[in-house]
């Protein structure tokens, strides 16, 4: 496991929306990792990567590069491109996605593990905040300690499923929401008094709308905060911008919460552990997780750990660059 | 890796101070678990589990429970004990202990590492909560965000080493201290602003110290807030306080901290990971981190990867009671 700067681990992008640049410019920071494609369903001569150098192919060109890429992070949607790209790919190549519907996972896990399996390949479903970073901490929260509950807070977090829901919204011309979590219920729950909270205590929506031309403020607004499953279980704030301002502070993608777990291990003793995200690009950091991951996947195929896996078969050691002396010298 | 309970992992717990008391509570948490002896070099009849059907046995007893223990948690201190006990004992038993004097690790891992390579069996080492869990946000930080800075924060809690430190000053009868970070360096890390911080900026350190009968209280002060390497660095603080106060308010051991990494993914995207722990005891959680690792060690055992490891080699499922498919189906 030392650093292979020498030569470094060939990683494949198959798909280059904000997720696949993210992956490139988290690949540039870690010198043992190379991009040696980029694969796209568009016309490779209409893509401009940000590394003018970084080679784009057709994404049908993958078959001929067999051998040529140790590992491919397929940055695709959930809905429709990873169910069908991730077992596909994984039939032939090792790869990592970040598969985030969550109740749809183990119907994912084992199509990709019967197509890993069948390949002799290593393929990491799921990695990225939540699902990846988020679950770990669920997990071994858990497990360290088992009499207690666990807590999932998003935001403040651009939420896109509910900005594309508000876009829907007849008289919308722009609009995003953010996931606000309350911070009563945060204090709460980090006192270790392990409250019961419902949807509502939980988090806020704070949505940003632009008007459509002679659209009706109340209407959207009502339409907005009493739809189902989206808005009518949370105390929703609707706010109307102008466009200006809608481009000027509305642009980026920020997101991150938390993960806490409070548990007793005797009466009366709390322990509270909390793992935060606090994240100026969504997109960026979800790169990052699956770049680091990428590692991991490249290490475990070479220990003929075939098969789908997901982050919590990965040792934290195998996601780091350095070797495990090294690992041990400076940081345990 | 079901759950096991109709045939539980059969723990052996050597050394019953604080941490043996933690661990035999944490063990009752788990089902999966049991303790099938403690072993101590004290005479067994005098020693009073919490759970009084636990069976005691001295130390030289363990030599003829070799095959009735699946793995032996080691509760001794790192300065006498452990570097003797867990290579000794790592010959015939998988073993894990919470050596966590952090410049001898490399010499311990070597020392443990040669004895589990000869006896083929599993023995992990550092396990707590630092070296331990701080120690793998550490390296998980890195790896996730190679462009940035990592830091980590102690407290508020009580530190063994300076409350011994202080207790040996001339005029001391009893005495406790605590580190509690420096709020505005913690603001100034959580803000992604990677600022370099001194010893003096990161902490501070409170001390609470009954005086002994006719001792002179700005003496005491003075030796305590100039003593070389324990305080000189630091703003301390010595409070003077009654024998009945003493016993009131500074009997528990709790303590905490942050691992906070700070990176950008691109020019000016600040993301920011932190983990945190706020414990009411110290030696329980550092308990129940064991006896989660001694899971992972009984299944790495079963898996034939022997020899010492450290929380950097152990995969976060391994440490869960629960199945790999049901943690992807609820936690991930």
């Not at 001569?45 to 049908?60: C, I, M, S």
């Amino acid at each position: 496991m030392e650093n292979t700067q020498a030569n470094p681990i060939r990683i494949g992008v198959v798909g280059y929306g904000n997720l696949g640049r993210g992956v490139e410019a988290a690949v540039a920071l870690n010198p043992d990792l190379q991009i040696t494609g980029i694969y796209t369903r568009r016309d490779p001569a209409q893509l401009k990567p940000a590394h003018a150098q970084t080679p784009v192919y057709r994404l049908d060109d993958l078959d001929a590069h067999h051998g040529q890429v140790d590992v491919l992070i397929l940055c695709g949607g959930s809905k429709d491109d990873l169910p069908v790209q991730t077992p596909a790919l994984a039939a032939k190549f090792n790869v990592i996605d970040s598969f985030d519907t969550h109740a749809r996972i183990p119907e994912h896990f084992a199509a990709v593990d019967a197509a890993a399996q069948g390949g002799k390949t290593t393929a990491l479903i799921s990695a990225g905040w939540d699902p990846g970073m988020f679950s770990i901490n669920r997990i071994m929260g858990e497990a360290l300690l088992p009499q207690g509950a666990t807590y999932t807070f998003w935001g403040k977090g651009l939420s896109q499923g509910h900005s594309d829901a508000i876009r829907r919204v007849p008289g919308v011309a722009q609009g995003v929401q953010y996931t606000i979590p309350v911070q009563a219920a945060v204090d709460a729950v980090r006192s270790g008094s392990c409250p019961t909270l419902s949807t509502r205590e939980k988090h806020e929506r704070h949505c940003y709308v632009v008007l459509a031309e002679g659209a009706e403020a109340e209407v959207v607004r009502h339409t907005i905060v009493t739809m189902p499953h989206y808005f009518d279980e949370y105390d929703t704030t609707v706010n109307f911008i102008s466009a200006e301002e809608f481009a000027r502070e509305h642009s980026t993608m920020p997101h991150g919460g938390f993960v806490i777990r409070s548990g007793r291990t005797s009466a009366g003793t709390n322990q509270v552990v909390e793992y935060r995200l606090q994240l100026d690009s969504n997109p960026e950091f979800t790169a990052s997780v699956l770049v680091a991951y990428a590692r991991a996947v490249h290490r475990m195929a070479q220990m003929g750990l075939h098969g789908a896996k997901t982050v919590f078969d990965v040792a934290p050691g195998w996601i780091s660059a350095k070797s495990p002396a090294q690992l041990r010298q400076e940081a345990l």
